[in-house]
C-alpha cells in the first residue's frame, strides 16, 4: 500500500529555499533568536497584529500611516531610526496589548517575504515559545510541511536547526520524511535536549557569542525554553494575527 502521509522537509538556509515547493505546504519561519519568539511573545500578549517587513525603511514609511509601534533590528542591535528591537520582553501586555506591531528583523522578516515571493500561501511562525501549538496546529492539517529555517545571513545557524528538530522529533510518525537536514536537525535536538541554552553555549553557537556581547542571555534563555507564549502566528493579508484553529478541534 501507497505511503499517504504527507511530506515534510526542511530548508537550512534561505539560500536554499529555491529547492523547495512553498506553493504545496504549510510553511513554517523559524527565527528562534528572537524575530519568531517576539512574534508569538507579543501575539500572546495581546497584539492585535504583527506586520512583518523586510526593511527599516518600509518600518518607518508604514509607522508613519497606520497607528502602530514600529520595531526592529539590524545584527543584533535595535535598528536606526526605530525606537524598539527584537527582545521578547520589549513586549509585555500592558505595553502591546491591543496595538499592532510592524517589525523588520535581519533574518526572519525577510525569509518571509522571501517565501510569499515564490508563492507560500500558507504560513505559519514557530519558536520554541510556541512549540507545541506548532505541532499540534500540524497534526491537525495533514498537509506538507516545509520547516524554513531563517538562519543568520545565509550561513546555518544551530538555534533554529535545533528548533526544526524539536518539531521533527514530535510529529516524525505522522509524516514521510526522506530529507537529510531534517535527519541532522532532528539529530541535533536528540543530543542537545536537556539543555538548549547550555547546549549552544557549549557548541559555541556563532549567534550565541553574538548575543551574549550584547548581554542577551536573558533574551536566548527565554527564546529557548518551550510553550511560554502559547499561541500560532498565521500569515493572512499582510500580517500575522492569531490563528483560531484550536476552537475547532
Known amino acids: 500500500m501507497a505511503d499517504t502521509k504527507p511530506l515534510l522537509h526542511t530548508c537550512l538556509s534561505p539560500a536554499l529555499l529555491n529547492l523547495y515547493d512553498v506553493n504545496n505546504s504549510i510553511v513554517v519561519i523559524i527565527d528562534v533568536l528572537r524575530a519568531t519568539s517576539t512574534i508569538a511573545t507579543a501575539l500572546y500578549n495581546g497584539a492585535k497584529s504583527v506586520i512583518p517587513v523586510d526593511s527599516?525603511?518600509?518600518c518607518i514609511e508604514l509607522g508613519k500611516k497606520i497607528d502602530s509601534i514600529t520595531a526592529g533590528e539590524r545584527d543584533g542591535k535595535i535598528?536606526?531610526?526605530l525606537k524598539h528591537g527584537n527582545s521578547p520582553f520589549e513586549y509585555p501586555r500592558e505595553f502591546i496589548e491591543g496595538k499592532t506591531l510592524v517589525l523588520t528583523t535581519t533574518n526572519g522578516t525577510k525569509l518571509m517575504h522571501m517565501a510569499l515571493e515564490r508563492g507560500a500561501d500558507h504560513i505559519i511562525t514557530g519558536s520554541f515559545p510556541n512549540l507545541s501549538v506548532v505541532c499540534?496546529?500540524?497534526l491537525s492539517r495533514n498537509q506538507n510541511v516545509l520547516l524554513g529555517c531563517a538562519a543568520w545571513k545565509?550561513?546555518?545557524n544551530m538555534e533554529?536547526?535545533?528548533?526544526?528538530?524539536?518539531?521533527?522529533n514530535?510529529?516524525?510518525n505522522h509524516f514521510s520524511i526522506n530529507c537529510d537536514s531534517s535527519q541532522i536537525a532532528?539529530?541535533?535536538?536528540?543530543?542537545?535536549?536537556?539543555?538548549?541554552f547550555e547546549f549552544i553555549k557549549q557548541k559555541n553557537a556563532s549567534h550565541y557569542h553574538r548575543l551574549s556581547d550584547f548581554g542577551l542571555e536573558k533574551d536566548m534563555k527565554y527564546c529557548l525554553t518551550a510553550d511560554n507564549a502559547a499561541v500560532l502566528p498565521f500569515y493572512e493579508d499582510g500580517k500575522l494575527v492569531v490563528h483560531k484553529y484550536l476552537d475547532n478541534i
Open 186 to 196: 532532528a539529530t541535533i535536538h536528540s543530543d542537545a535536549r536537556e539543555g538548549l
Open 154 to 156: 545565509d550561513r546555518v
Open 136 to 138: 499540534d496546529y500540524l
Open 160 to 168: 533554529d536547526m535545533l528548533f526544526a528538530g524539536a518539531v521533527i
Open 79 to 81: 535598528a536606526e531610526g
Open 170 to 172: 514530535r510529529v516524525k
Open 56 to 58: 527599516v525603511a518600509k
